[in-house]
């Protein structure tokens, strides 16, 4: 179905961007004059307090690259539905790529607020790619940032930073427990079993776990156990404490990560705040994308 939408949207941008090709003022073989745009892609979020994180990473891309036209696309259909009937239009990223060529932008930097580089990611340096073959002619450009946690330095930086979000009260004895989304993309799901190796140099109770991959929280509960621990956090690995965070994570339901560590005796604290509401880790994205822009200097 993604892949659908996807080679959907790629049409109706190649029909879009035959503009480009004869951009006023691009003789045969001249150079266009520099013009540059930083495009921000993430799944999407429909929940109020998500959206309001989005605008503080908007601000926070606007300071780092003030001369730079700023645009969002969400990869999620059902996501731009829902904003649609709240008034709110939002492109997938090959027709918001299209727009941007079409407008003129001879660089485009690409900024990827993934976790990981999974199918999405994956679906979107692909559209990336496409683009950049169609059009670097004239000395255009586009490249897409890295997502998160794509390496040793991106995770011990995420761990950190995360760990400034944890209630004061939290003593190191206390277990700090992840919920990564998981992914069906079985490279990019590892990187959740890395991250979990990488931060235990950083605080060894701290466990990654995922919902929909690997490992899972019969993986972690065993390793809560054998450090003795008898008070969990619960925080989410995902830019947005949505539906995963609220209801498998930390909801009422006797199948909730909450309720099955309540079962086991632990006690459970819940931190319901995504990754991309803590500006320290919008900054780690953030160096992702400066890696690139650096090459349109
Ligand atoms: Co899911």
Same mark, same amino acid.
């Given at each position: %179905?993604?892949?659908?939408?996807?080679v959907?949207?790629?049409?109706?941008? %190649?029909?879009? #961007?035959?503009?480009?090709?004869s951009a006023?003022?691009?003789?045969h073989g001249?150079?266009? *004059?520099?013009?540059?745009?930083v495009?921000?892609?993430a799944f999407?979020?429909s929940?109020?307090?998500?959206?309001?994180?989005?605008d503080?990473?908007e601000k926070q891309?606007?300071?780092a690259?003030?001369?730079e036209?700023v645009r969002w696309?969400?990869t999620?259909?059902?996501?731009?539905?829902?904003?649609?009937?709240q008034?709110?239009e939002?492109?997938?990223?090959a #027709?918001?790529?299209?727009k941007?060529?079409e407008a003129?932008?001879?660089?485009i930097?690409v900024?990827?607020?993934?976790?990981?580089?999974?199918?999405?990611?994956?679906d979107?340096?692909?559209?990336v790619?496409?683009?950049g073959l169609?059009? *670097?002619?004239h000395?255009?450009?586009?490249?897409v940032?890295?997502?998160?946690?794509?390496?040793r330095e991106?995770m011990?930086a995420?761990?950190k930073a995360l760990l400034?979000?944890?209630?004061k009260?939290?003593?190191?004895?206390?277990?700090? #427990?992840l919920?990564?989304?998981?992914s069906e993309?079985?490279p990019?799901?590892?990187?959740?079993a890395?991250m979990?190796f990488?931060s235990?140099n950083?605080?060894?109770?701290l466990f990654?776990?995922?919902?929909?991959g690997?490992?899972?929280?019969?993986? =972690?509960?065993?390793k809560l156990?054998?450090?003795?621990v008898?008070?969990v956090?619960?925080?989410p690995?995902?830019?947005?404490?949505?539906?995963h965070?609220?209801?498998d994570m930390c909801?009422?339901e006797s199948?909730?990560w909450?309720s099955i560590l309540?079962?086991?005796g632990?006690? #459970?604290e819940?931190?319901?705040?995504?990754?991309? *509401?803590?500006?320290e880790?919008?900054? =780690?994205?953030?160096d992702n994308?400066?890696? =690139?822009?650096?090459?349109?200097?």
């Amino acid at each position: %179905m993604t892949r659908r939408v996807c080679v959907f949207s790629l049409v109706i941008a %190649m029909l879009l #961007v035959t503009v480009p090709y004869s951009a006023p003022g691009s003789g045969h073989g001249e150079k266009l *004059e520099k013009k540059s745009a930083v495009m921000l892609v993430a799944f999407g979020t429909s929940v109020p307090e998500a959206l309001t994180a989005f605008d503080q990473i908007e601000k926070q891309v606007r300071e780092a690259f003030p001369n730079e036209e700023v645009r969002w696309a969400f990869t999620s259909g059902i996501i731009r539905a829902k904003l649609r009937e709240q008034g709110r239009e939002l492109d997938p990223p090959a #027709v918001a790529l299209a727009k941007l060529l079409e407008a003129g932008y001879t660089h485009i930097a690409v900024a990827s607020f993934h976790t990981l580089p999974g199918e999405e990611f994956h679906d979107l340096y692909q559209d990336v790619r496409a683009f950049g073959l169609m059009s *670097e002619a004239h000395g255009r450009k586009i490249l897409v940032s890295r997502p998160l946690l794509s390496s040793r330095e991106n995770m011990e930086a995420v761990t950190k930073a995360l760990l400034k979000g944890v209630p004061k009260d939290r003593k190191p004895e206390d277990a700090i #427990v992840l919920m990564g989304h998981g992914s069906e993309h079985h490279p990019g799901d590892a990187v959740y079993a890395a991250m979990n190796f990488y931060s235990m140099n950083v605080d060894p109770n701290l466990f990654v776990g995922t919902v929909e991959g690997n490992p899972t929280l019969d993986d =972690i509960a065993p390793k809560l156990k054998d450090n003795g621990v008898k008070k969990v956090y619960l925080m989410p690995l995902m830019a947005v404490a949505g539906d995963h965070a609220r209801n498998d994570m930390c909801g009422d339901e006797s199948d909730s990560w909450k309720s099955i560590l309540k079962q086991q005796g632990f006690q #459970v604290e819940c931190v319901l705040k995504g990754t991309a *509401e803590n500006s320290e880790i919008v900054d =780690i994205w953030l160096d992702n994308l400066r890696k =690139i822009h650096a090459h349109f200097e």
